[in-house]
DNA sequence: CGATCTTATTTGTCTGACAAATACATGTCA
DNA sequence: TGACATGTATTTGTCAGACAAATAAGATCG
């Protein structure tokens, strides 16, 4: 007697699959409307609610956009870059959050892919890349901010940066590192306080960028991280210490 | 008058991003029970089918699992590295796949991130990831071997190398990186069917990282990178050339 | 011609029900 | 007592049908 293979998973997971390879095969275009929820229901023999969960499940990823209305619908969308990186910030965050990586390791990887990037940038940055990473830099100098708002300066300065590389996917990878490192600002910001630091640091970034000066570049950006991974040790005793003041037991 | 700001989005969208922020800030805790899908309509005062709706955007970024039964329920999952490496290199395959990301970009962003890469794994390799390596380069060695699994090979290979850089964040850009030029080294090798020369190179990459040499690493990946560059090239030649002659109209 | 009203279509949400999986308690028989 | 079957409660999975809300296009009226 031959047994069927069972089917583990849920219908609307294999339904939100099976979708989701036809649009990705192209099988549906960017832009172009699905069948509607009645309809795919009736094509695959299941409940109107059953599909609605397999729509949802490729609208959180981004996949797919609804309407409502005549001429209205679930639509294939092409997720812009902001959506994707935004997702793939996500999961670094969520990977740094959970404690799966280590501080050590992503400023290593900063070190590493960031050094690749930035001599990529001191060819192909223009004027206005330069611009924007000034712009940032000034918003980083201004007395008042909040750390949040600096913090927020200082990954604008970064992805400006990135963007002078003038390469996509190299864009993609790098705003998810950028992001992944924020905490770990703030947390220095909060607990050490010593802006002017990174400012000069920044400065001395921006200048080898002007002068297109790799040399200069790859050394910038090894003192922004030894001293980064300096203050952050500094940061977690003083935290630590500050727990423990506050919580003695455990 | 005061207008109270109408809220746009879908109470199913709201509710998945109040969860996602409640599990992200840690309000539930990795491995912990949401509340029942019954209890959460009662409690955000919709029904049960906008609740499911939610949580299924929620599962699609495997925040949750859910199982059935008492001690059932909807579960905060730590998400794997292996399925964040996939969410990830899902949203890069899109991309290119959408033509919004060009080869060139890639095989740019490959050859400066990947270079940096290498570097670390001169240092780190351990004897385990060049068997490992090894195996890989073995297997496209075989003869027989369809298209598929050359490529599946292929990509063993490649991640194996990143994996001897021992840093997780690498490890998760660089996997989407390699996954991403898939679809291109797939379109070589249907087209030009030259596998010999993969494998030199191959075996080029791997001799140069059993001697922890960077310089040697280097040019290899730069030969590797060369060469797709130019058999890409002449496949999309042959492609489009094949394509004018079977559809000569438009 | 233009403004308004109606209407059809499609997604969003609700309600209530039953099916399926599954842990736990209970009972039965050796 | 111990192993095994059996029921039972709980929770997710799916279904069916309904109404609400948005909205585009046609119909109507001034």
Redesign the pocket.
């Known amino acids: 007697m031959q047994h069927e293979p069972i089917v583990k998973s849920?219908?609307?997971k294999q339904i939100a699959e099976q979708l989701r390879h036809a649009i990705i095969n192209g099988q549906f275009k960017t832009g172009e409307r699905?069948p509607?929820?009645?309809e795919l229901a009736k094509r695959y023999?299941?409940?109107?609610?059953?599909v609605?969960?397999a729509?949802k499940r490729l609208a959180a990823q981004n996949l797919i956009r609804?309407?409502?209305?005549?001429?209205?619908?679930?639509f294939v969308t092409q997720p812009t870059h902001e959506e994707l990186a935004e997702s793939l910030s996500g999961a670094a965050t969520l990977l740094v959050g959970l404690g799966s990586m280590s501080i050590d390791e992503i400023i290593e990887a900063r070190r590493v892919l960031q050094g690749g990037c930035l001599k990529l940038a001191a060819r192909h940055a223009t004027s206005d890349h330069i611009e924007q990473a000034r712009a940032a830099l000034d918003r980083q100098k201004l007395t008042g901010l909040t750390d949040e708002a600096f913090c927020q300066a200082d990954v604008t300065f970064h992805r400006a940066l990135v963007d002078a590389s003038d390469n996509g996917m190299i864009r993609f990878v790098m705003y998810a590192i950028i992001e992944a490192l924020v905490p770990i600002t703030n947390m220095v910001l909060s607990y050490v306080k010593e802006r002017h630091e990174i400012i000069a640091i920044h400065e001395h970034l921006l200048t080898a960028l002007e002068n297109r000066s790799e040399v200069d570049l790859d050394q910038a950006l090894n003192r922004l991280l030894d001293y980064l991974t300096e203050t952050f040790q500094e940061a977690q005793i003083q935290r630590d210490g500050h727990k423990l003041a506050v919580t003695p037991q455990e």
Chains 1, 2 share one sequence.
């Not at 023999?45 to 059953?50: C, N, P, Q």
């Not at 609804?66 to 679930?74: K, L």
């Open positions: 849920s219908i609307s699905l509607t929820e009645d023999g299941v409940s109107r609610a059953t609605r969960e729509l609804s309407r409502r209305g005549p001429t209205g619908g679930n």
